[in-house]
């Protein structure tokens, strides 16, 4: 049974500075991901890119079935799979046998594909990814069905009486989410279909303001189409780092944070550089980059909460190496300690124990000394002068006829 309140995981690209052992980059996202599942994270959705040297997983598939074998507990899906890359049948095939070979651990995340490199390699012209990749879904979820055979044919596909072999593992599917970045393609894409979705703008400038209106559009397509969103099913994607202090936390992710942005952002992919003298504040400040203690943290992603308009269902660290290995894996500790209780409800229990007995202190413990005095006397023996130091519930009675 899943846990009450908001889940929590990572959006692993990943991110590799180009200049490292490519082999031991991949072996850290492993290790990164078994971590994850002994913390009690619930879900990781690994990349699909094939181009510009930083993003190095091709295969998210492989990925999931190899942490498979190497974990427990934690959902493992792809993040995403690019749609206009793919047969959608043989996507659909492939998730199915995922779906049964981690015993419904598997999820099946969809875009239109990130790196115009990938596609400009593929032949694929940037302006028919978004149409494909929705193409590619309605067959997709059509297979998933299994009620019948499929027929479609676009101008990239076809399929002739197609129907899946296997049914899912997972009734009525395994759980699936679109991608929205900026555009109104992946929300509408979800709300046709009364899908999940993973929203990669809200790390972005001007995102977290946007999430509300890009979550309506949603809806509204979901009403046309007859189906319904389910805000439990909604993540946001965003940049977090923890420390026991906010000046620590920000001078660990500083260095980080601006070689990732400009030698891959800005000298490789060519976004525009930005404005701000500090970029990184201005993020924090911006609530679309959440850095500092777990209080601090905690409060961001309650802004995201309010900005949402009605909440969201879980929320992604965008996985990156801006800090060293060991800040980075004690960061994804201190969150887990810290933060995701208070989202999870896992600490009212524990709090209102504590409260009781400390609200009921004298009535409660306050017998036990008398208890340990009779043990004493009972078996003949001196109470020791001292007991009482040694005792719960001693603070709040006074000495003994014995003066113990």
């Not at 069905?145 to 997972?170: I, N, Q």
């Not at 809806?219 to 946001?236: F, V």
């Not at 007995?357 to 005095?373: D, L, Y």
Request: net charge negative; with cysteine; aromatic share 8%.
């Amino acid at each position: 049974m899943a846990h009450r309140g908001m889940k929590f995981g990572i959006f692993l690209a990943p991110f590799h500075r180009v200049g490292e052992n490519p082999t031991l980059a991949i072996d850290r996202d492993m290790e990164l991901i078994e971590w994850l599942d002994h913390l009690g994270y619930d879900e990781v959705w690994v990349g699909e890119h094939h181009s510009a040297g930083w993003e190095l997983i091709a295969s998210p598939e492989i990925m999931i079935a190899a942490a498979a074998e190497r974990t427990r507990h934690i959902m493992l899906g792809s993040g995403v799979t690019s749609l206009p890359y793919h047969h959608p049948f043989l996507v659909a095939q492939r998730f199915v046998q995922l779906d049964h070979m981690t015993r419904g651990r598997a999820m099946l995340g969809c875009g239109p594909g990130a790196l115009v490199s990938d596609a400009y390699m593929m032949g694929i012209e940037p302006v028919t990814q978004r149409r494909r990749m929705d193409e590619a879904l309605d067959a997709i979820m059509a297979l998933l069905r299994c009620d019948g055979p499929v027929s479609m044919k676009t101008d990239w596909f076809e399929l002739r009486e197609a129907r899946l072999h296997l049914a899912p593992y997972t009734d009525p599917h395994f759980p699936i989410a679109v991608a929205s970045v900026m555009t109104p393609a992946g929300i509408t894409s979800a709300g046709k279909h009364g899908l999940g979705v993973l929203s990669l703008g809200a790390g972005l400038p001007g995102g977290p303001e946007a999430i509300a209106e890009h979550w309506r559009i949603g809806e509204e397509t979901a009403a046309t189409h007859g189906t319904t969103m389910d805000r439990a099913k909604w993540r946001l994607v965003v940049n977090v780092h923890v420390a026991e202090d906010d000046e620590l936390a920000l001078r660990q992710v500083h260095a980080g944070e601006r070689h990732e942005t400009v030698t891959y952002f800005e000298e490789t992919l060519g976004r525009p550089p930005g404005r701000a003298d500090d970029p990184l504040r201005e993020g924090v400040a911006a609530g679309t980059t959440l850095v500092g203690t777990p209080d601090t943290v905690s409060k961001g992603i309650d802004r995201l909460v309010d900005l949402s308009r009605g909440g969201f269902g879980g929320l992604l660290f965008r996985a990156n190496e801006w800090a060293n290995r060991e800040e980075t894996l004690k960061s994804y500790e201190l969150f887990a300690r810290y933060v995701m209780p208070r989202f999870q409800g896992s600490l009212d229990a524990v709090a209102g124990s504590n409260q009781w007995a400390r609200s009921n202190r004298k009535t409660i413990f306050g017998p036990n000394v008398e208890a340990i005095r009779k043990a004493f006397t009972d078996a003949g023996r001196p109470v020791p002068k001292d007991f009482a130091a040694r005792t719960t519930g001693a603070a709040d009675v006074g000495p003994g006829p014995d003066g113990a």
